[in-house]
C-alpha cells in the first residue's frame, strides 16, 4: 500500500513549482496503517503561501488509495539554499530597495522579516542605510548596543525573533556619520563577514535610497538571491524605482517582486477608499511579480514609533495581513527559483 500511496502523491503539484511533491523531495514519510494514511510534507519555506492547497491536495490524493480511509497530513520546512549560499549559515541574501526614499521601505522590510519569523523562519535583518538607520528604532531597541563574541566577531541584537544589526546601535544617538564610500564599503563588509549572524534562512537587507556605493558593495561582495523593490503608486516614486530595477539589472541581482506601499486609504469613519497616491501604478514597472498593495493605515506608523512590528501589533489589520501575505508570497519566489531546476532528490522513508 505504500508503493500505491507514493504513486498517488506523485500526481500532485506543488502549485507555484509546478513539479511534483515527490521528484521534488517534499515527501519526508508515508506510509499506511489500519486505513490510515500518514504524510508528512517538507515544504521549501515556513511562510509557504500556498500550504493550504497542498494539504488539501495530499489529502485527496491520498484517499484515492484502495483501502485508505483517513489522511493525516503533517507538515515541517526545509528552505533550501542555492547552489552558491550567501554567507557561511546563511542560506539566502534578499536585498529591499526603492530607489528613494519616503516610501515606507524600512517598514516593509522590518515587517517582512516579522512576518517570516512569525512563520517560524530564521530571520536576520541588516539596517544597510548607514545614513539613516532606522530599523533599531522600528524594533524598539535605539538604546541598545552591538556587542563583541568571544571570537570577536560583533553579536547580533535580537528583537522579535529577528537577529539584526543597524549603525544605529554602533554609534551615538544623533550623530551624522560623515563617510566617503571606501568607509561605507569596509562597514558593509564588516556587517556580513564580521558578524556572528549563525544560521539563517533569510538574510533581509534594508538598503539605503538610492543607487549608490551600498548597493555597489553588497553586490559585489556576496552572492545575492534577489531584490524585492518597494514603491509607491504615484509616477514619481515610479521614475525611481525603475532606476533601481536597472541597477539590479546591470548587478545580475534578479528582482523577486514590486511592493506597491500606501496603495490605497480606507477611511475609518465612512469604509470610503481613497487611492491618495493612486493605484495600481507598481504594474507599470514592467513584468514583475507583484508581492503586494500595502494600504495605508495610521496604525502602521503608530507602531514603528512604539518599536513593534505591525504584523505582530495589530496582525489583524488590513496592513499586517497584507504584509503578511507578501512576506509568503516573497518566501515563495524564493523557492520557485531556488528549486525550479533541481533534479529529483531527497529520499522518502
Known sequence: MRDALMAALSTVNDPELH????????????????????????LTTPACPLKGQIEHDVRAAA???????????TFGAIVRPPAQPAL??????LLVGSGKGGVGKSSVAVNLAASLAMDGARVGLLDADVYGPSVAHMLGQSGAKVTA??????????AHGVRFISMANLSPAGQALVWRGPMLHSAIQQFLKDAAWGDLDYLIVDLPPGTGDVQLSLTQTIQVTGAVIVTTPQDVALIDATRALDMF??????VLGVIENMSYFVAPDTGITYDIFGRGGSRKLGDHTLLGEIPLEVSVRQDA????PAVLAHPDSPAALALRQAARALAGQVSVRTLAH???????V
Open 19 to 42: 513539479r511534483d511533491l515527490v521528484s521534488l523531495g517534499m515527501i519526508e514519510h508515508a506510509s499506511v496503517d489500519a486505513g490510515v494514511a500518514h504524510v508528512k510534507v517538507n
Open 63 to 73: 484517499l484515492t488509495v484502495p483501502g485508505v480511509q483517513e489522511a493525516v497530513i
Open 88 to 93: 557561511p549559515g546563511v542560506k539566502h541574501v
Open 149 to 158: 563574541n568571544e571570537e570577536r566577531k560583533m553579536r547580533p541584537l535580537d
Open 249 to 254: 539589472r546591470k548587478a545580475s541581482v534578479p
Open 305 to 308: 514609533d512604539a518599536g513593534t
Open 342 to 348: 533541481l533534479p529529483d532528490q531527497l529520499t522518502v
